[in-house]
């Protein structure tokens, strides 16, 4: 970005959800679905979910996502673009739609996406410019499918 843009965020929290502790009778047991927290009272398990909204302009307004997917080397051991068969490479995919776009992280893969500008190159590397979304921590949404919870933050049903 040039010293003369700049870069405005806008920030919205809010709790969507109520961490409820419970008091239990004298032959209640926390567990499967809490912790006991102290003598007879119990937190019920629950979920963190964080969202972000990009509407990003990467040097322009023409942006791509772009998922990224490190995998082996299909050339045999032995070949000359892998000759001690340890080779392996970025798979790109680039994503035409938002719809499209609903992606989960894959662990094996270690799955990124960069939002890129194909329009506009970084003069290093002769590549787009980008920025990297990494998001590898964060199960999806935990509740059952048909939930009222899964229908109120469906959107927390993939990484992206």
């Given at each position: 970005m040039a010293q003369s843009e700049r870069c405005h965020a806008d920030c919205h929290t809010g709790g969507s959800g109520r961490h409820r502790k419970n008091c239990q009778g004298p032959s209640e047991e926390s567990a499967p679905y809490g912790t006991e927290v102290a003598k007879?009272?119990?937190?019920?398990?629950?979920?963190?979910?964080?969202?972000?909204?990009?509407d990003p302009e990467i040097d322009g307004p023409f942006n791509t996502v772009v998922q990224g997917d490190t995998v082996p080397?299909?050339?045999?051991?032995?070949?000359?673009?892998?000759?001690?068969?340890?080779?392996?490479?970025?798979?790109?995919?680039?994503?035409?739609?938002?719809?499209?776009?609903?992606?989960?992280?894959?662990?094996?893969?270690?799955?990124?996406?960069?939002?890129?500008?194909p329009n506009r190159?970084?003069?290093?590397?002769?590549?787009?410019?980008?920025?990297?979304?990494?998001?590898?921590?964060?199960?999806?949404?935990?509740?059952?499918?048909?939930?009222?919870?899964a229908r109120r933050g469906a959107f927390a049903s993939k990484a992206l």
């Open positions: 007879g009272i119990d937190a019920q398990n629950h979920q963190h979910i964080f969202s972000l909204r990009i080397s299909s050339s045999p051991v032995g070949s000359k673009s892998n000759p001690y068969g340890n080779g392996f490479l970025a798979k790109k995919t680039v994503f035409r739609t938002a719809k499209e776009a609903g992606a989960e992280y894959n662990h094996q893969t270690s799955r990124t996406w960069d939002i890129t500008n190159i970084n003069q290093e590397p002769k590549k787009p410019v980008a920025y990297k979304i990494i998001n590898s921590s964060c199960p999806a949404l935990l509740a059952q499918s048909d939930s009222f919870m």
